[in-house]
């Protein structure tokens, strides 16, 4: 069977979901084309980051979500596949003779119906918070789970990095949860990399320098970071998550062998500390985790095959 020609649609900035979902299909040996509005700069961060731009193959306005007739023509070449990647852009309308499949990436950012639009006009409804699909299902929506994952090119560990902190939170959105647990390990005297706009292969760099990876969700969604702090060998230390149940069941990640995760700052600092006055303890869990997230091939490769699985693409 021959490669698909992927048509994708998503905002592109530096740094966005789609640019790992580009990458895992060109991976996979697919022609890819992209559309959708240029930005240089990203929203949470006044880091230069424009060394980092993701230019789509056509470029479009970012004042409207345009018609599902008035994309295909701007591709190089007839799609396939139509993979949207939907993080508050969308396609308006049915492609027709082209199955159409949308990924949901931020249902705890948006009202509960938001999505209901976007899945209204698709053949493959993605969604990669698990827990945030249930109202979607309850009206026949069948929507599909596909978590965030890591990407093995950017997300890596190197046994061989300087450590020069212990806690590494690499975020632009501080949430009072996120200060506050900040402000609890400063006082417990951690040294802790916070910092924003460190995309890629810089973020990379700062979180193998680090012991934990800190995750403090903003809605019980289980971050990106989550994944890519196993990739990084860390001891990936999150708030419990929604989706965390259904990790443990299909991926074989749970909490106590593979990370650790609390519920409070009292709890996040006293596992903190654990890891510190514990470490050959906390680097079998780092180990494990690391082991496990590549074992159960959590990749934004994998999550891409199962696109195109089902959409018919992949054997």
């Given amino acids: 069977m021959r490669k698909p020609i992927i048509g994708m649609t998503y ?27 240029f930005f240089d700069t990203l929203p949470w961060t006044n880091r230069d980051v424009k060394k980092h731009c993701d230019y789509p193959d056509a470029v479009m306005a970012d004042t409207s979500n345009p018609l599902a007739e ?21 396609i308006r309308g049915r492609f027709e003779t082209i199955p159409n499949a949308v990924i949901a990436t931020d249902p705890h950012a948006f009202p509960a119906n938001y999505y209901q639009d976007s ?19 309850a009206i026949g ?20 990095a ?18 506050q647990a900040k402000q609890r390990l400063e006082i417990e005297r951690f040294s802790i990399f916070n910092e924003s706009g460190h995309l890629f292969d810089e973020g990379t760099e700062k979180y193998n320098q680090g012991i934990i990876a800190l995750n403090w969700s903003s809605r019980k969604d289980l971050p990106m970071r989550f994944w890519e702090g196993l990739a990084y060998h860390n001891v990936v230390l999150t708030d419990r998550c929604w989706d965390l149940p259904l990790v443990a069941e299909q ?5 106590g062998e593979h990370y650790l995760a609390f519920d409070t700052v009292d709890e996040m600092a006293e596992k903190a500390k654990w890891v510190r006055d514990n470490r050959h303890a906390a680097e079998d869990i780092a180990a494990k985790g690391y082991a496990q997230v590549w074992s159960a091939l959590c990749t934004y490769t ?4 199962q696109i195109l699985r089902d959409a018919g693409w992949w054997e």
Avoid at 141 to 160: G, K, Q, S, T
Avoid at 251 to 255: A, L
Wanted: aromatic content about 16%; hydrophobic content about 40%.
């Fill in 11 to 37: 905002l592109h900035y530096p740094m966005s979901v789609g640019i790992f979902f580009k990458r895992a299909f060109k991976r996979l040996g697919c022609e890819v084309y992209s559309a959708g509005p």
């Fill in 70 to 90: 008035k994309v295909v023509p701007l591709f190089a070449k007839r799609p396939d596949l139509i993979v949207q990647v939907d993080a508050g852009y969308r």
């Fill in 162 to 179: 300087p450590k020069t902190h212990f806690v590494t939170m690499i975020t632009g959105l501080m949430y009072p949860e996120r200060i």
């Fill in 141 to 160: 929506i069948p929507v599909r789970w596909l978590p965030y994952a890591f990407d093995p090119e950017m997300h890596y560990w190197n046994p061989h």
């Fill in 251 to 255: 991926f074989g990640i749970k909490e």
């Fill in 119 to 137: 899945f209204r006009d698709a053949d493959l409804h993605y969604m990669m918070q698990a827990s945030y699909s249930k109202p979607m299902m």
């Fill in 302 to 305: 994998e999550r891409a095959k």
